[in-house]
């Protein structure tokens, strides 16, 4: 469980990939012995000790990475996120050289002494 900071709230845990699939797993077989979906998440992540919602989003993600759900995968996630911050950089370096342009702009139009 996830220990508390002194203000007295929990800290972010950080849980391993192996922690992870051994979690996703355990649902899976769980899903397949019991022939429902209903309540495994939960049964399981009492079992290890990890948040609800937290197994269910590794479930969910994980059905989607193996082509069971449709949905956004990780890698495709990690790809978009790549591209937005390209664009952010190349964004800021448009900025930079407009403002450049028109700063050497200016100094062309100046009369020269």
Do not use: C
Not at 62 to 76: K, L, N, S, V
Not at 85 to 110: G, H, M, P, T
């Amino acid at each position: 469980m996830p220990q508390e900071s002194k203000s007295g709230r929990p800290t972010a845990r950080r849980y391993t990939d192996t922690e992870r699939a051994q979690a996703v797993r355990l649902v899976r077989q769980l899903r397949a012995e019991l022939g429902t979906h209903h309540g495994t998440a939960n049964r399981v992540a009492q079992q290890l000790g990890y948040g609800v919602e937290t197994v269910r989003k590794w479930v969910r993600q994980a059905d989607i990475d193996d082509g069971h759900t449709p949905g956004i995968t990780t890698a495709e996630s990690e790809r978009v996120k790549e591209l937005e911050q390209e664009v952010k950089e190349l964004r800021r370096a448009n900025a930079i050289l407009k403002s450049a342009s028109a700063f050497f702009a200016a100094e062309l139009d100046r009369p020269q002494r």
